[in-house]
């Protein structure tokens, strides 16, 4: 199994990001999946999950700027990011059950 995500960077305050994650090795139309992330300092943090019927939930402190969705024809799951903001610089990952990560990605949001 394997997770690589990409489109992380350097953004300004305000600004958008989209994250991506490739997923192979695994059945991804059956997998729920998710969005996490390890500011400086703190806990890994589950942001959002999407389900297998694209059902979507979030973290409070998210809602409203990230979008999760996914392409199971492209075995992707994406993160839409607007609004972002100092405190959402963290290294974000992606997730399946059971218990397999991607290698992350950085996300700093500065001016």
């Known amino acids: 199994v394997q997770l690589v995500e990409s489109g992380g960077g350097l953004v300004q305050p305000g600004g958008s990001l989209r994250l991506s994650c490739a997923a192979s090795?695994?059945?991804?139309?059956?997998?729920?999946m998710a969005w996490y992330r390890q500011a400086p300092g703190k806990q890994r943090e589950l942001i959002a999950t999407?389900?297998?019927?694209?059902?979507?939930n979030y973290h409070n402190s998210v809602k409203g700027r990230m979008t999760i969705s996914r392409d199971n024809a492209k075995n992707t799951v994406y993160l839409q990011m607007h609004s972002l903001q100092p405190n959402d610089t963290a290294v974000f990952y992606c997730?399946?059950?059971?218990?397999?990560w991607g290698q992350g990605t950085q996300v700093t949001v500065s001016s």
């Open positions: 997730h399946t059950g059971p218990g397999f």
């Open positions: 090795g695994i059945r991804f139309s059956l997998h729920t």
């Open positions: 999407i389900s297998s019927d694209g059902i979507a």
